[in-house]
């Protein structure tokens, strides 16, 4: 049980290249996120996906996009970098019943991206 | 909008002295929080967590979190820190879809 996974653990990419963040989890849980990490700000989220099939906005999804393949993986997708996404990315799962509040979310170990 | 507001960005505490948190949270639904720790250079660890219930919830390493409905209130304490507390300490609230997280206070303590 490896608990949430996410590939690669360091990046670093020239302005206007793309790239992908892939992400696992293999505790069946219908919720994943993406989130970054930055000084001072704390986490923020950027998109999240409910449960298999749908995905939605966070706080700051601009210059990302997302793609919930299946239960298990959630990629996050730079399609252009820029400097300001230079930041360390987490992604997250957990459980999720509609019309319920429940479920603890379990992190990913980070994956440490510099735009150059 | 669901926000949540940690009020300290940096604590500096000597070994030993106790320790609270301040997390203040906008919502209006049921919610559940959440208090995570960072330690350097390692990923993010849930420290404790209320869902309902006995609003003073224990977690790990001794730390506890009282909620406090009526103020949105959600501190973390700790009657005596170690040197190996020193960490980052993030605030969540959990609604219905996501999840928003304070934006962390550092907790350094001295030996």
């Known amino acids: 049980n490896a608990g949430v996974t996410q590939n690669p653990k360091f990046q670093v990419l020239k302005t206007g290249q793309s790239m992908t963040l892939q992400c696992a989890q293999d505790m069946n849980h219908n919720s994943m996120y993406w989130y970054r990490q930055d000084p001072g700000m704390g986490l923020r989220l950027i998109y999240y996906?409910?449960?298999?099939?749908?995905?939605d906005k966070g706080e700051v999804p601009n210059g990302y996009n997302v793609s919930r393949l299946n239960k298990r993986e959630f990629s996050l997708r730079l399609e252009s970098a820029a400097p300001s996404q230079t930041s360390v990315y987490f992604c997250a799962s957990s459980e999720y019943h509609p019309g319920q509040a429940l479920g603890t979310i379990y992190f990913g170990e980070g994956s440490w991206l510099t735009v150059v | 909008a669901q926000s949540v507001s940690q009020h300290n960005h940096h604590v500096i505490l000597s070994e030993a002295a106790s320790l609270e948190l301040g997390c203040n949270y906008s919502?209006?639904?049921?919610?559940?929080l959440f208090w995570y720790v960072q330690y350097p250079g390692q990923h993010l660890q849930l420290l404790l967590k209320y869902f309902s219930g006995d609003p003073l919830v224990k977690g790990i390493k001794g730390f506890e979190a009282e909620f406090i409905k009526s103020k949105f209130s959600f501190n973390l304490r700790k009657p005596s820190v170690q040197w190996s507390d020193t960490a980052e300490y993030f605030c969540?609230?959990?609604?219905?879809?996501?999840?928003?997280f304070g934006a962390g206070t550092r907790l350094t303590v001295k030996p």
């Open positions: 996906s409910a449960s298999e099939g749908t995905t």
């Open positions: 919502y209006g639904g049921t919610v559940n």
């Open positions: 969540a609230v959990k609604g219905n879809n996501d999840m928003r």
